[in-house]
């Protein structure tokens, strides 16, 4: 039971072969079993839990279910939840019990899914490598040697280790599909502005975007459907009429453009996840897809440009962090200022800081036209590409690191070295497009490797089916790891 | 460019984070290397680009002057450091 998909649950919770509370149960046994060696959740509470998914069998005795009730689920902990720590992975909100449900978890409320768990992540889902978290790193629970990938590194190796079926997860920079790729799970983020950002805890609010990691990209279109939607508390919510992302996924893909960029191939990517993506192009070729070359010059670019707009944008988020309406306070303080000054010191980590000392900086008098500005010009530069790449093409496909999960240890003391490991996934979210990646196949060490699906804005059902159809042909995204 | 130590205190300032004296050589030499990579943007002519502040070209939506919140004061105050009578608590700012 433990290996079965989203869909294969429901199907079972309909038929009466499971109670909600017999799955619940059966997954809290294993996080407690594993998760003292994964770190995968921050806060779990049996109690809650079971309460959530006795409420589900008696909505499902009522008749009331609908398709995912009682299914159970992990919510990455940026998502505020009523009555739950909703820590974001910070000292800062290590007391912060939530007195408000985000839009996504009232979304998953309402549709009856039981909440597992509150999943770790790197601090206010800053990194690359969960290692900033203030709860201590998620480790891969491929190798327990490596880095899960971040920022959404609990998700992902709960999910991989089936200590959840589907997780809650948020990509601003990569956060969904690197930590998908590194533990082997289907991760989709979708156009900017499909999920609401309302009670998500706020980065860099013109990149943050909420989405789901599961085994299957069948899993993930019946979680779109879920958590996607108009909602008026969050202002860059689109209002766009109700959709199923899962309508298209039998679609077959002959006569399917697939778009290979250049600059995704060249220097610096490692040969064993060359010969990965290489091998899952070929896949789709065989299912009738035609390969198209493509250009995206200004990739390089998103690098410095996303490390000017993320941190300026959080820097003006992270200062409603005061000590003085929610959050730690220092406890000992001259004044207000050094009060201001001190909790924060304390509340905060070192990536965190660093982050919005550097957005202060970038947005400071005299610097604003020469970082901001300029990197606001550049990711129009980056949107410009997409738009020109997806005249000729359907989807866009490529890696998503250059390398499969490193070590533990490996980057945290040089934190350039780890954002430049963000370079196939950052400019997805300056241009604000939706992307996934997929379980591909191993490294050369045994480590999961995905292939990364760039889709036009609002094709989310596009890259759900050939995401679908690719495994439907390929069983990388079946494997789990042996703990 | 790179900065000084100076630099690195009037930033800490700004963004309202004590940066003790131990601290400073390795935050300075950090943000100086954040710097070193950002300043690649430099190189590229990017005269007459519009800035791109969001994805979609959406205008803010407007609604009706109503409200929409209802009083929760309780709730959202028993997370606070220090509340009394309903006021949040900080230290004097005005003798």
Sequence with gaps: MIHATLKQLSQQLADKQVSAVELATEYLQRIDALNPQLNAFITVDRDKTLLEAAAADARRAAGLAGLLTGAPIAHKDIFCQQGWKTSCGSKMLDNFISPYDAHVIEQCQAAGLVTLGRANMDEFAMGSSNENSYYGAVKNPWDLAAIPGGSSGGSAAAVAARLAPVATATDTGGSIRQPASHCGVTGIKPTYGVVSRFGMVAYASSLDQGGVMAQTAEDCALMLNVIAGFDERDSTSLERAKEDYSRDLAQPLAGLRVGLPREYFADGLAADVGRIIDNAVSELKKLGAEVVDISLPNTQLSIPAYYVIAPAEASANLSRFDGVRYGHRASEYKDLVDMYEKSRAEGFGSEVKRRIMVGTYVLSHGYYDAYYIKAQKIRRLIADDFKAAFAGCDVILGPVAPTAAFNLGEKSGDPVQMYLSDIYTLSVNLAGLPAMSVPAGFSDNGRPVGLQIIGNYFSEAKMLNVAHQFQQVTDWHSKAPAL | ?95
């Design chain 2, 1 to 95: 460019m790179s900065l000084s130590h100076q630099d690195v205190a009037r930033i800490a300032r700004l963004s309202r984070i004590a940066v003790t004296d131990a601290e400073i050589d390795a935050v300075n030499r950090q943000l100086n290397s954040i710097l070193g990579l950002i300043e690649q943007m430099q190189a590229v002519n990017t005269d007459g680009i519009e800035p791109m502040a969001h994805p979609q070209d959406v205008s803010l939506r407007l609604r009706e002057d109503v409200v929409t919140e209802p009083n929760r004061r309780e709730a959202c105050q028993a997370v606070a450091p220090q509340v009394e009578k309903g006021l949040f608590l900080v230290p004097k700012v005005i003798e």
